[in-house]
């Protein structure tokens, strides 16, 4: 069964920073509606100018409707989507698949950004993806519930689709020829977030089990967490998007502390990789430090490298900037770690 899902972003917008994608003609459509299908498995036809082999595989999160109840009533839509591959309108949470032509055995999650209120796979989920596959990594772009679409477990919500998801790729793992036991994460900014509490809070059930897959581990064998929202205590909660989708404007610390990835942070905690630039003011350096002193005092690996420039939101890094020598040095990281076995 065959959807054609124009909003994917051409193989050459794939270096586009998200304000050069934003300044696209202005007659383009501003959103395209993808129809639901119940059926796992579609396969997406990409635009004409995608790369060649970048057909994606659907494969629905969960067999009915998501658990909780609410957000947006568009029955007969996946999800809204812009044509530089910015989600919104998530009705039915998904996984995009990039499978490479030779993969090596690994998988990787990703949950791109967006501050909980849009998902920019445009800029960090497909070329992501893309480049995973480059490498032999079969990669799963996350389409999660966003918390300010008015869903009955609110920020709950993208949690239970990101755990559905961990344990749906390694359930299906021999179908991918997948190793369960190198199933990472990769998440930026927002998506850092919902990575960062996937891989640090995975014993917390956050739904009643739907099939034979919820009987597996939610965590990641790993993770990389792209200039991450770690974070929701003062004063460091200067992420308002985030921090008033996840725990409002002025909340107990109670709560606080239940949204900061931090503070979940324990010895079962998977090795983790963190990328940061100095001059990002939205996410700013004391998260990933925050982090790195967490994973230190529990004795869990990890490796962070601050950059001095590159602000928010860099996706691949910019060709040239020091941002842009991340996903190398994420390599060497998986490859140092046995993660990239042939």
Not at 158 to 171: C, Y
Not at 189 to 210: I, K, R
């Amino acid at each position: 069964m065959t959807l054609h899902r124009r909003a994917l972003l051409t193989g050459t917008a794939a270096v586009l920073t998200g304000a050069e994608a934003r300044a696209q003609p202005s007659d383009v459509p501003p959103a395209v509606r993808l129809p639901v299908r119940p059926q796992t498995g579609d396969v997406v036809q990409p635009l004409p100018k995608s790369a060649p082999g970048s057909d994606l595989e659907i494969i629905d999160l969960w067999p009915d409707l998501p658990p909780g109840g609410g957000g947006p009533f568009r029955s007969e839509y996946r999800f809204d989507e812009t044509l530089t591959g910015v989600i919104t309108g998530v009705v039915r949470p998904c996984l995009l698949v990039i499978r490479p032509q030779r993969p090596n055995g690994a998988g990787v999650l990703i949950a791109a950004g967006g501050g909980y209120l849009r998902i920019d796979i445009g800029n960090e989920g497909l070329p992501v993806g893309q480049w995973l596959a480059r490498a032999g990594i079969t990669a799963f772009v996350l389409v999660y519930r966003l918390p300010s679409e008015e869903w009955r477990d609110g920020p709950d919500a993208p949690r239970q689709d990101a755990q559905r998801a961990m344990r749906l790729v390694r359930w299906r793992a021999e179908e991918y020829g997948l190793d369960p036991d190198r199933i990472g994460a990769l998440g930026f900014s927002a998506g850092g977030h919902l990575m960062g509490v996937t891989a640090t809070d995975a014993e917390q059930d956050l739904y009643d089990d739907t099939d034979e897959a919820d009987g597996l581990s939610a965590r990641p064998s790993f993770a990389g967490l792209i200039y991450p929202i770690v974070t929701m205590r003062a004063p460091f909660d200067r992420t308002m998007s985030s921090r008033r989708v996840l725990v409002g404007d002025d909340p107990p610390d109670a709560r606080r502390r239940a949204y900061s990835v931090e503070v979940q942070v324990n010895e079962r905690t998977p090795p983790v990789f963190m990328v940061q630039a100095a001059d990002d003011r939205i996410a700013v350096t004391d998260h990933p430090l925050l982090m790195y002193a967490a994973l230190r005092a529990a004795k869990v690996p990890a490796e962070m490298h601050l950059f001095e420039r590159g602000g928010h939101g860099f996706g691949l890094g910019v060709p040239g900037s020091p941002a842009a020598a991340w996903p190398a040095l994420f390599m060497a990281w998986m490859r140092g770690h046995g993660l990239l076995k042939s």
